[in-house]
């Protein structure tokens, strides 16, 4: 079993920067996949990142890569995701979730847990 905590969401002007943390509980972290979804009202929850268990593979959906970066501390049990160039369309709740199997996927019914999820707000 797996508890998410994710944390970092807030107000943040367009152009701005956000960092989100996730905070997993267990001894076994480093094998998971970890992934970064986001879901802003009235739209279904769409996959933004994701990060192989030791680190050393990264996805992206096209339209974020380059303004966001994933990464993993496995001593900390921490995954983050580095957010830069803010626009208010990635306005959402964003969503970490632990892939128990995987080397990280966009496909959201392949991982095993979820956060609750923090809020990001981008103003005009």
């Known amino acids: 079993q797996v508890q998410l905590v994710e944390s970092g969401g807030g107000l943040v002007p367009a152009g701005g920067s956000l960092r989100l943390s996730c905070a997993a509980s267990?001894?076994?972290?480093?094998?998971?996949?970890m992934g970064w979804f986001r879901q802003a009202p009235g739209k279904e929850r769409e996959f933004v990142a994701a990060?192989?268990?030791?680190?050393?593979?990264?996805y992206y959906v096209n339209s974020m890569k380059g303004r966001f970066t994933i990464s993993r501390d496995n001593a900390k049990n921490t995954v983050y995701l580095q957010m830069n160039s803010l626009k208010p369309e990635d306005t959402a709740v964003y969503y970490c979730?632990?892939?128990?199997w995987g080397e990280g996927s966009s496909n959201p019914s392949e991982y095993d847990y979820w956060g609750q999820g923090t809020q990001v707000t981008v103003s005009s």
């Open positions: 979730a632990a892939d128990a």
């Open positions: 990060i192989s268990g030791s680190g050393r593979v990264t």
């Open positions: 267990g001894r076994t972290f480093s094998r998971y996949a």
